[in-house]
C-alpha cells in the first residue's frame, strides 16, 4: 500500500554493510513512480509457489484428472491416440498434437486445453463436462506456468530398488561411535565431535566463536522470536565475562521457560500442521471460516511450553479423543488436539463425489508429510512413482482416516462449499461418569406434593388424570390416573388470568417420539395467540434433527420476528417421565429440568397482551407432543429459584444430572460409529473400486531389498472392529526405533537453528529428497530425542549449548570458496527474521508489543463466507499490539503486516519456509501503514521522554544513541552517529518549506528516522 502524502514526503534508506551505516535520500516524487511497477511484480513473485508447492498441486489435482478422463485415449498405450496427442508425458503435453500446442504457459484464456475442457468449439472429455471446480484447478495451472515434475525417470516406480543409499530413510536409525577428530580441544560434546570430524574430512577449520553480543541476540530470535533489550545484553556480556558457559546456560534455560518461548516453536508447528482460520479457496470462489481454529493454535503454544514429549504431542493431535483425562481442562485439551486432522484446506463438495476422500487425502498427508517427511498422497492414483509405497498402502491408511469422522463445522453455512458437521463441546466439568437415574415409569407423587403446589399459590392447576376444568382440550383426550393425559395429534389449550409479562408454569410430560424423528422433535409449550403465523410468543420445545447441537435438547423460542431461540445442554432420552418449570421473569428467561436449573438467558417477550397458551404442541399446532403430560399448574409471576427447585424436590423424585453448559466448541476427529476397511479407488476414482485393503501402515520397511542388514518390522496391524485404527497408528508412529519419526522432528529442529536441515529438504526424506549431509549425526541426534523422553526442549537445549551452534556467521574467502553452501557447518548462517519476528520486534522497540496471549480471533463469531458473492470479500483483520502468531490467519487473505515475507498459505505442509529478496520488500517497510503508524508513535515518545534532556545536539545525540540500543542492541560508533546528526539536519532543512511549525517538523524528522532504522538490514537479519 502507499502512504499517503502526509506519512511519506521523504524517507532515509539504510544500508548495512559491514557494520556501518550509510545514508541515502529518498524522496518521494522519485520513488512513487517506480511502485508501480514493482507492486505488480510483486505481486508476481511474493505469491508465486515454490516447486515442492506446484509439484504437489500437480500430483493433487491435475495428474488424478489426466489419469482417469485423458490416458484413455491420449496416452502411449492407447489402441489409438485421439489426435496424435500424448499427455501422459510432460515432452508429449508440451509438443502438442496435430492441432498445434494445447497449451500457452501463463494464458489459460488461449490454451486449446482449456478451451476442449470447457467445451468451447470442443468437448474434452466427450462423456461429459468435467465440474467446474476442476476446471479452476486447470486454469490456476496453467496460469502459474502449467509446471509438470513428471520426467522419464519418473515414469517407473522403482519398487525392488537396490539402491540402499536412495532408501536409508527407511532403514533402521544406526547409533555411531563418536568420531575421533583432529582438535580435541574444540568440541563441547558428542555433536561438535561429528561436525568437526567432516569439516577435517573436507579439509577445513570452524570459524571463530560469535561474539558475545552477537550469541545473545541470536538466542533471543532462536528460542522466543524476540531481540533482547540493550540491559539484557549487558547483562549477559558482563556476566559472561565472569562465568562463561555456565552464563550461557542460565541463559538458555530461562528463556526455554518462558512463554514466549511456546509462540515461537508454536509456529514453527503451525507451518507443519497447516493450520489457518478459513477453508481458503474451494475452487467456486469461496472461502468460509473456520471460527474455532483458533483454539488449536491456543493448544499448540501451550504443548511447545509444557513440553509433553513429542510422541505424546503427536498422541494428542491424532486420538485426543479417545484419551483418557483426570479432569475437564484435560479433556478440553485433548478434543481441541485433533484439530490437527480438521484444519485442513478442503475442496467444494459441490458436484464432488470425492470430497470424503480428498478429506482423507488431507488427513494422510499431514500424516505422511508432517511427520514421516514423506508424500504418501502421490500413492492415491497409482504406486508411488520413485519411493517404494505401492496404492495399497495408501488404501490402508485411507481406512483408518476414513473411519474417522472430521468434525469441521458449518463450513460457512454453505453446502456447496462442505456439508456441515458436528464440533466437539467443550465444558467446565467432565460429565462422562455420571450416570442417569431411571425415569422410564410415571412418577408416583406423595399427598404432600400438590399442597406444596397450592402454597405457590397457582393461578391454574391441573393434576389431569382426569378431565381437565381450566383446560380445553382441542379434541377428545384420554385421561387416567397412571399416565396422566395421554396425547398424539391434539393439545391443551388455556389462558392466563391477567395479561403480566412475568409468569411460570410447571408440569410433568413423556415424550415417546425419537428425538431425530423430524426436524423439531416437539413442542411442549407456547404462550403466544392461537394460530398466530408470526408466532410472538415463548415456544419452548425439544430440538430434533434440523440442528444436530440442539437435537434432544430444551430450547425456548421467541418468534418469526426477532427470531431469537436459547437453548439447554442436556439430551432427553425418549419415553422418559421429566419434570419442567418454565419462569419468565422480565426480559429474561429459565427452565429447570428435573429440579436443575437447564438454561437461564436474556430473551425479549414478544408475546405482548396475550394471554392464550398451548400446552403439548405450539400455538399454530407445529409439532405436537406424542406421550404424556400431567400435573400443569401456572403462576401470573416469575417464581424465585427456591420455588421453582422446590416444586420438583416435594415430588420426591431424582434429581437430574446438573447440566454442564458447553462453554465453546472445537474442530477435531473422532471414530465412526461403524469403522471399516476400503477397497482400492482405481486411478483415484471412488467409483471405480479394486479390492479391499485392511486397515494398516507402511510396508516399504519390511520390503527392503536382501542386502539391507537391517529391517524395521512392523508387527502386525489389527485396528479391531470398534476403532478407527488411530491408537494402533500413533502407537506405530511413535515407537521409540521407527526410522522416521524422531529423524524428521530432530531435522526439523536443527533446520529452525541452523538454517539448513541435515536433510535439505524437510518436508521430503524420499528417494528424490536431500539426503543427509551429515547422517551418523542425524541418527546420534535421532536417538538422544528418543531417550531424553522426546523432549523438543531438551534437543533444543543440547544444540543450542554446542560450538558449532555458536560459531560466528563471518568466514574467510577459503571457506566460502570451499563450501559455498555451508554444508559442512564451518559457520553459522546468518537468517532473516520471518515475517511474525520482523512485525514483533517492530512493536517491541516502540514499546507497545502485548505479550499475553490474545483471546479468541477476529472470526470468533463469524461462521461465514467471506468472499461471496464474488467481488464481496470482507476484511476481518483487525489492528492488535499481540504477538503476530495471534493474528488473524485466513487462507488466501494473510495479515497485511505479514504478507510481504514469506508467510505459508496454509493450504499445504511448510516445514521451510521460502526465503525470497525482492526490491519490494524494502518498498512494503517503506510504505506500510503499520511501519509509518509505529514509526510515528516511536517518534513521540522519543521526543516526549524527560530522559534526554531539553531539545539541542546532545540531547538529539542521546536519542540517537537510545535508538541504536533499541535497534541493535549496541551504540552507534562515531561515524554512525555523526551521519545520523548530518541526516537530522538536512532533513529538517527539508522539510522547513513542508511544515513551518517546529514541534511538529520535529515529530516528521524523528518518525522518517525510526522509519530508516526499522528497515535496516542490521534489524532485519540476525548473525
Not at 496454509?906 to 529478496?917: L, S
Amino acid at each position: 500500500m502507499i502512504a499517503c502524502p502526509s506519512q511519506l514526503s521523504f524517507r532515509l534508506v539504510f544500508v548495512v554493510f559491514n557494520s556501518r551505516i550509510l545514508t541515502t535520500f529518498c524522496f518521494r516524487k522519485l520513488i512513487l513512480p517506480a511502485m508501480g511497477f514493482l507492486l505488480a511484480f510483486q505481486t508476481s513473485l511474493t505469491f508465486s509457489q515454490s516447486d515442492r508447492e506446484q509439484a504437489e498441486f500437480f500430483e493433487k489435482k491435475i495428474r488424478p484428472v489426466l489419469v482417469e478422463h485423458c490416458y484413455e485415449c491420449h496416452a502411449t498405450d492407447s489402441k489409438e491416440v485421439g489426435g496424435k496427442l500424448l499427455i501422459d508425458t510432460r515432452a508429449g503435453l508440451i509438443s502438442g498434437g496435430e492441432s498445434g500446442a494445447v497449451i500457452v504457459s501463463g494464458k489459460p484464456d488461449e490454451s486449446l486445453l482449456m478451451q476442449a475442457m470447457r467445451y468451447d468449439g470442443m468437448e474434452m472429455p466427450p462423456t461429459e463436462k468435467l465440474p467446474e471446480s476442476v476446471l479452476k484447478n486447470f486454469e490456476k495451472w496453467i496460469a502459474q506456468g502449467a509446471f509438470d515434475p513428471r520426467t522419464e525417470a519418473a515414469v517407473r516406480p522403482i519398487k525392488g530398488s537396490n539402491d540402499l543409499d536412495a532408501l536409508w530413510s527407511f532403514q533402521p536409525r544406526v547409533v555411531s561411535p563418536v568420531p575421533p577428530v583432529v582438535d580435541r580441544t574444540w568440541p563441547r560434546g558428542p555433536l561438535d565431535q561429528f561436525v568437526l570430524a567432516r569439516i577435517e574430512a573436507a579439509g577445513l577449520k570452524p570459524t571463530f566463536d560469535a561474539d558475545h553480543r552477537v550469541l545473545v541476540r541470536r538466542l533471543y530470535f532462536d528460542l522466543t522470536g524476540l531481540p533482547p533489550t540493550s540491559d539484557q545484553v549487558e547483562k549477559f556480556v558482563d556476566e559472561y565475562q565472569e562465568h562463561g558457559q555456565q552464563t550461557v546456560r542460565r541463559l538458555v534455560d530461562r528463556l526455554l521457560g518462558e512463554p514466549a518461548f511456546g509462540v515461537r516453536w508454536g509456529r514453527h508447528w503451525l507451518d507443519v500442521a497447516r493450520y489457518a482460520e478459513s477453508n481458503g479457496d474451494d475452487g467456486l470462489g469461496r472461502n468460509a471460516t473456520f471460527p474455532h481454529a483458533w483454539r488449536y493454535r491456543d493448544y499448540v503454544v501451550d504443548a511447545m511450553n509444557r513440553d509433553p514429549g513429542y510422541d505424546h504431542f503427536l498422541r494428542e493431535q491424532i486420538i485426543g479423543d479417545k484419551l483418557k483425562a483426570d479432569g475437564a481442562d484435560e479433556r478440553n485439551r485433548n478434543l481441541v488436539a485433533t484439530g490437527f486432522l480438521a484444519l485442513g484446506s478442503k475442496p467444494a463438495s459441490a458436484m464432488n463425489s470425492n470430497f470424503a476422500m480428498d478429506v482423507v487425502d488431507d488427513q494422510i498427508n499431514v500424516v505422511g508429510t508432517g511427520v514421516l517427511g514423506l508424500s504418501i498422497s502421490c500413492a492415491r492414483c497409482h504406486d508411488h512413482k520413485h519411493d517404494p509405497i505401492p496404492t495399497r498402502d495408501y488404501y490402508a491408511l485411507a481406512g483408518i482416516f476414513s473411519s474417522t469422522q472430521t468434525l469441521y463445522g458449518a463450513a460457512g453455512n454453505e453446502k456447496l462449499t462442505a456439508p456441515p458437521t458436528e464440533l466437539h463441546e467443550l465444558r467446565s466439568r467432565l460429565i462422562g461418569d455420571q450416570t442417569r437415574p431411571d425415569r422410564s415409569k410415571t412418577p408416583v407423587l406423595p399427598e404432600a406434593y400438590r399442597d406444596a403446589v397450592q402454597k405457590l399459590q397457582p393461578v391454574i392447576n391441573e393434576s389431569l388424570t382426569e378431565h381437565a376444568g381450566q383446560l380445553k382440550p382441542e379434541s377428545e383426550l384420554s385421561f387416567n390416573q397412571v399416565e396422566y393425559a395421554v396425547v398424539k395429534e391434539n393439545a391443551l389449550q388455556g389462558e392466563f388470568p391477567s395479561d403480566a409479562e412475568s409468569y411460570s408454569i410447571s408440569f410433568w410430560f413423556r415424550n415417546t417420539l425419537a428425538n431425530d424423528a423430524r426436524p423439531i422433535t416437539t413442542y411442549l409449550f407456547s404462550r403466544a395467540k392461537l394460530g398466530d403465523k408470526a408466532l410472538p410468543g415463548d415456544h419452548l420445545g425439544i430440538g430434533g434433527k434440523h440442528e444436530k447441537a440442539v437435537t434432544g435438547k430444551l430450547f425456548v423460542f421467541n418468534g418469526n420476528e426477532k427470531k431469537k431461540s436459547v437453548k439447554g445442554s442436556t439430551v432427553i432420552p425418549p419415553n422418559s417421565w421429566n419434570h419442567i418449570v418454565l419462569v419468565r421473569r422480565g426480559g429474561t428467561v429459565e427452565v429447570y429440568l428435573n429440579g436443575q436449573l437447564e438454561l437461564e438467558s436474556e430473551l425479549e417477550a414478544t408475546f405482548g397482551k396475550s394471554r392464550e397458551f398451548s400446552l403439548a404442541r405450539r400455538s399454530d399446532k407445529f409439532a405436537p407432543l406424542q406421550g404424556n403430560v400431567g400435573e400443569f399448574s401456572a403462576y401470573d409471576r416469575g417464581l424465585d429459584r427456591d420455588a421453582a427447585v422446590r416444586l420438583h424436590t416435594e415430588s420426591g423424585q431424582p434429581k437430574g444430572i446438573i447440566p454442564t453448559p458447553v462453554e465453546g466448541y472445537a474442530m477435531g476427529v473422532r471414530d465412526k460409529a461403524n469403522p471399516a476397511d476400503i477397497k482400492i479407488h482405481i486411478n483415484g476414482d471412488g467409483a471405480k473400486k479394486g479390492a479391499s485393503v485392511n486397515r494398516g501402515v507402511l510396508t516399504a520397511y519390511e520390503t527392503l531389498p536382501e542386502t539391507a542388514k537391517h529391517r524395521f518390522e512392523n508387527g502386525p496391524f489389527k485396528a479391531g472392529k470398534s476403532g478407527s485404527g488411530r491408537e494402533q497408528l500413533v502407537d506405530w508412529l511413535t515407537r521409540d526405533d521407527h526410522p522416521h519419526t524422531a529423524r524428521v522432528m530432530v531435522n526439523r529442529i536443527w533446520l529452525h537453528l541452523m538454517g539448513r536441515g541435515i536433510v535439505g529438504t524437510p518436508d521430503d526424506f524420499g528417494v528424490y529428497g536431500a539426503r543427509p549431509t551429515h547422517p551418523k549425526l542425524l541418527d546420534y541426534l535421532a536417538d538422544e530425542f528418543v531417550r531424553q523422553g522426546w523432549s523438543v526442549k531438551q534437543m533444543i537445549r543440547q544444540i543450542v549449548l554446542s560450538r558449532t551452534y555458536q560459531l560466528a556467521s563471518q568466514h574467510d574467502a577459503d571457506s566460502l570458496k570451499s563450501d559455498p553452501d555451508n554444508r559442512w557447518l564451518t559457520r553459522h548462517a546468518r537468517q532473516r527474521l520471518d515475517a511474525e519476528s520482523l512485525r514483533d520486534s517492530i512493536l517491541q522497540v516502540t514499546g507497545m508489543l502485548d505479550h499475553s496471549p490474545q483471546p479468541g480471533s477476529a472470526v470468533e463469531e463469524v461462521d461465514a463466507l467471506i468472499n461471496w458473492p464474488p467481488g464481496e470479500a470482507t476484511n476481518l483483520h483487525r489492528e492488535s499490539n499481540h504477538r503476530s502468531i495471534y493474528l488473524c490467519m485466513l487462507r488466501h487473505a494473510p495479515p497485511p503486516e505479514l504478507v510481504a515475507f514469506d508467510l505459508p498459505d496454509a493450504v499445504g505442509i511448510a516445514g521451510q519456509r521460502d526465503v525470497t529478496t525482492l526490491p519490494t520488500q524494502t518498498l512494503f517497510l517503506l510504505n506500510s501503514e503499520f511501519v509509518v503508524s509505529q514509526s510515528e508513535i516511536y517518534a513521540r515518545q522519543l521526543l516526549d521522554s524527560l530522559r534526554f534532556g531539553e531539545s539541542g545536539t546532545s540531547a538529539d545525540q542521546a536519542r540517537v544513541r537510545s535508538v541504536f540500543q533499541a535497534c541493535f542492541q549496541r551504540l552507534p560508533t562515531e561515524v554512525e552517529l555523526n551521519r545520523a546528526m548530518d541526516y537530522l539536519v538536512a532533513i529538517d532543512a527539508k522539510f522547513v518549506k513542508i511544515v513551518a511549525e517546529e514541534i511538529p517538523r520535529r515529530q516528521r524528522v524523528w518518525q522518517s528516522f525510526c522509519q530508516a532504522m526499522l528497515m535496516t538490514n542490521e534489524f532485519r537479519y540476525v548473525d
